[in-house]
């Protein structure tokens, strides 16, 4: 629901900021002519003051986001020095970037139709040694849909960043917008009527005790091993004096169960993470997908480890087991021919792709 939310606001923005933008066609989304880099840079801005007026979601400016005390930021990027003359093949260019930015502010607490605001008008662009043109400005939004799954809403800053990239100065202004999202707890939310999250709650706390068992189980096992271990050694170096091989030393420690102690941390990890996103004191929802996605797997992983119980499937995990190290260097051929497959068409086909 978190990715939904951003995505349409995304798309939302896309139609809202860039003029005739059509859903699919962002690479090809670009403009040819000095008007029309003027319209779409102005028709950003002016949507842009329109927003409380216009647009169907619930959006609030952000003010001072743009880093001079302005809510908006439109700067141009170019060579310090450019000439071009292609009549002559010469051209004469500073390397040296100057950008010139220019604040835009709504009013407050209405903004004035773009009819009457026009000092971002005065911009002008320096076609023969520009690199681009970016607005940049922040907009404010909740996420209230997430009421209907009986969660408190979280609160969205949205960094959008629209560039007109001329770097290629090919007569193509390629034009792309970018939305970053910052998730935070909302002010003193309030919820009429909010449904109970008790059972929910209830289950969490379960998991967490079950894989806390089950980590001190495991790393008892583990410690025992060790112990067993040591006291083989000892026992063989006194009894024949010499040590004992690394591999035979590896059979007293089980590697299921560290991959289960592994799986308990990151389950017990995520799982408090989640209560504190759910309680929104939190709000690191791509670190706690990560670690209960990864403790899922290995716990898939460590399923195998039942069908070891069975005649036939143990034979075929033996069989598997003695092979990995074979398999492995194969992979490693395979990867080392496929490497030198794709720097081959990098360097050939690279010149002619599109990006």
């Known amino acids: 629901m978190v990715v939904t939310f951003k995505e349409e606001n995304t798309v939302a923005f896309k139609h809202l900021f860039l003029k005739d933008y059509v859903d699919g066609a962002d690479d090809s989304y670009a403009v040819y002519t000095q008007r029309d880099l003027y319209e779409r840079v102005f028709y950003a801005l002016e949507k842009y003051l329109a927003i409380p007026n216009e647009t169907i979601g619930r959006y609030a400016y952000v003010r001072g986001a743009a880093g001079n005390t302005s809510a908006l930021l439109l700067c141009q990027r170019y060579f310090r020095r450019g000439r071009i003359d292609p009549a002559n093949d010469t051209f004469n260019i500073d390397p040296h970037i100057v950008t010139d930015c220019l604040g835009v502010d709504p009013e407050d607490p209405q903004p004035l139709p773009p009819a009457l605001d026009g000092t971002y008008r005065n911009f002008t662009l320096k076609f023969h040694k520009l690199i681009n043109v970016t607005i940049q400005f922040q907009l404010k939004a909740i996420n209230v849909q997430t009421i209907l799954n009986n969660e408190i809403p979280d609160c969205y800053t949205f960094t959008i960043t629209i560039t007109f990239d001329n770097k290629a100065h090919s007569g193509r202004v390629k ?8 998730i935070k707890e909302c002010k003193n939310p309030s919820v009429f009527g909010r449904g109970d999250n008790s059972f929910r709650l209830f289950f969490d706390v379960i998991v967490i005790l079950v894989c806390s068992l ?14 067993l271990q040591h006291e083989f050694g000892r026992f063989f170096r006194r009894r024949y004096g010499r040590g004992v091989a690394l591999s035979d030393r590896m059979e007293f420690l089980n590697g299921w169960y560290i991959l289960l102690v592994i799986s308990d ?3 017990v990890l ?15 929802y791509d670190v706690c997908s990560i670690l209960l ?10 399923v195998i480890r039942y069908l070891t119980f069975f005649q036939k499937y143990n034979i075929l995990i033996v069989t598997l087991r003695v092979a990995l190290p074979n398999v492995i260097r194969f992979c490693c051929c395979v990867a080392v021919i496929y490497l030198g497959y794709c720097f081959c068409g990098w360097i050939v086909l690279g010149p002619y792709h599109v990006k």
């Open 175 to 182: 034009i792309r917008l970018e939305n970053h999202a910052d």
């Open 214 to 227: 089950s980590f001190v189980l495991c790393t008892r096992s583990i410690i025992r091993g060790l112990l």
């Open 265 to 267: 941390v990151l389950t």
């Open 270 to 284: 995520g799982t408090v993470m989640k209560i504190g996103i759910e309680a929104k004191n939190f709000a690191g």
């Open 293 to 302: 996605g990864t403790s899922t797997l290995l716990v898939w992983v460590g």
